[in-house]
């Protein structure tokens, strides 16, 4: 699990089937930049741009590692066809590998900042996750057993 995020800073397939429509920089290298176009929102016809760069990438000898990604600096407001204003959004994903052997605990922390519904983040980010298991369980590289990913939302940035 821990490879399979933390080395997919242009190949998010795990996530949902994510692909970004353009990059820049090198795979998994600070600075490093990816576009996704997302349709539009209520039946509007469209799509709107969003930029992401890697800010973070910290491994440990251990497997766990931190994985940060977010809009660059003073993002521009984007009005969401059918939606609302997307301002920006910043995530840290942490994988920790824990007491018991090949377990490792996944936080995605993510902070947006929206007016209206511009995505349904909480779904997208568990299903995400779920995703990871299944793809490793189809590959015979997953061991032991899950915990369902879960949201708890947060108005605090803590990183």
């Not at 590998?97 to 519904?117: H, K, M, S, Y």
């Amino acid at each position: 699990m821990r490879w399979l995020i933390h080395n997919a800073v242009f190949h998010v397939d795990w996530e949902s089937g994510l692909h970004p429509s353009s990059t820049t920089g090198k795979e998994n290298v600070v600075g490093a930049t990816r576009t996704f176009n997302f349709s539009a929102l209520n039946g509007a016809s469209g799509y709107y741009q969003v930029t992401e760069a890697l800010y973070r990438q910290d491994k440990s000898p251990d497997g766990s590692f931190v994985h940060g990604f977010g809009e660059v600096p003073d993002p521009p407001v984007i009005k969401i066809p059918g939606g609302g204003e997307y301002h920006g959004e910043w995530g840290l994903i942490r994988g920790q590998q824990t007491l018991i052997p090949n377990e490792t605990a996944i936080a995605w922390n993510n902070w947006r900042c929206d007016v209206g519904f511009v995505f349904p983040a909480a779904a997208a980010h568990e299903g995400a996750i779920a995703n990871v298991s299944t793809i490793l369980q189809k590959a015979g590289k997953h061991t032991g057993v899950d915990v369902a990913p879960f949201t708890i939302f947060s108005e605090v940035r803590q990183d």
